[in-house]
């Protein structure tokens, strides 16, 4: 009797891990397919962004006008809710480490940020896939930015509020540039997998496209500071009214040609993170 308890016992323990391994392999493939579809939508910004710098751009260089170049190719529609489904891959994939991953590592801010970025990658979903059923292209990037700056300047402290979103959308960018900088993206990638040449081009990959990220969003976030500093909501700008703005500094659109090519890159690194990221 004891031996047939203790041999249920077993059964049961090793049905339970084959569960949770065939779980974990679940939700490993849903994290790479929404890094692969993060790749896509950088590289063709960062390409649009190019186009534009040299004069030769149509569309807006943002998810829209990325989703707008899709779904002018052959099979157009399908690549969209490929797109779509990585998405809500990558949202199922963040709200699991939101809710189910276990660690020393695994703390509150760290659980909250990982919701955050779910609900992010939900909506983006949600996006994409209304635009891939024919919903249209609906208001751009430029004048939701606005729109949304106007509505929360009408509340009350509806400047304070601006302000604040600005200064904590300068401090992301801050912050990812200063970690790719740092290299500190190393740490969540299955290095030991690469060979020292991948390793090499992976970590500058990594350096240059999340500095050219880190950029954009601070500048994003520099706008609606200026927004809410002076009251007015058309200052605030999207992501690609802010890269049409490096156009206009002193060194004219080169400034905004190396972000683009910065861009492109981060959109291979979120392909080399869909190989070798640790998830």
Not at 62 to 71: E, H, P, T, V
Not at 114 to 141: E, K, M, N, P, V
Request: aromatic share 8%; with cysteine; hydrophobic share 50%.
């Amino acid at each position: 009797m004891v031996a047939s308890s203790q041999a249920r016992g077993k059964r049961r323990t090793a049905g339970a891990a084959t569960r949770r391994s065939a779980e974990d392999q679940t939700l490993s493939a849903a994290g790479r397919a929404g890094f692969a579809a993060r790749g896509v939508v950088y590289v063709l910004i960062g390409a649009l962004a190019v186009q534009m710098a040299v004069g030769t751009g149509g569309k807006s260089a943002d998810r829209q006008g990325a989703l707008a170049k899709i779904a002018e190719q052959p099979f157009g529609k399908i690549m969209l809710w490929v797109l779509a489904v990585g998405f809500g891959s990558m949202a199922l994939w963040r709200a699991s480490r939101a809710v189910l991953a276990r660690g020393p590592h695994r703390k509150t801010p760290s659980r909250l940020l990982d919701g955050g970025r779910a609900l992010f990658y939900g909506f983006i979903c949600w996006a994409t896939a209304i635009y891939a059923a024919g919903g249209g292209q609906g208001s751009s990037g430029n004048a939701k930015s606005k729109d949304w700056t106007a509505s929360v300047l009408k509340l009350a402290y509806g400047q304070v509020l601006v302000a604040a979103g600005g200064c904590l959308l300068i401090g992301i960018g801050v912050v990812l540039a200063a970690r790719a900088a740092m290299r500190k993206f190393l740490r969540q990638l299955d290095t030991t997998a690469m060979s020292p040449r991948t390793q090499q081009i992976v970590t500058g990959l990594g350096i240059g496209g999340g500095v050219a990220r880190g950029i954009v969003f601070a500048a994003a976030g520099i706008f609606i500071l200026i927004a809410a500093i002076q009251f007015d909501a058309d200052e605030a700008k999207g992501v690609d009214a802010t890269l049409r703005s490096f156009t206009q500094t002193p060194i004219g659109p080169w400034l905004l040609v190396a972000v683009a090519i910065g861009l492109i890159l981060f959109g291979v690194f979120s392909f080399a993170s869909a190989r070798w990221r640790r998830l």
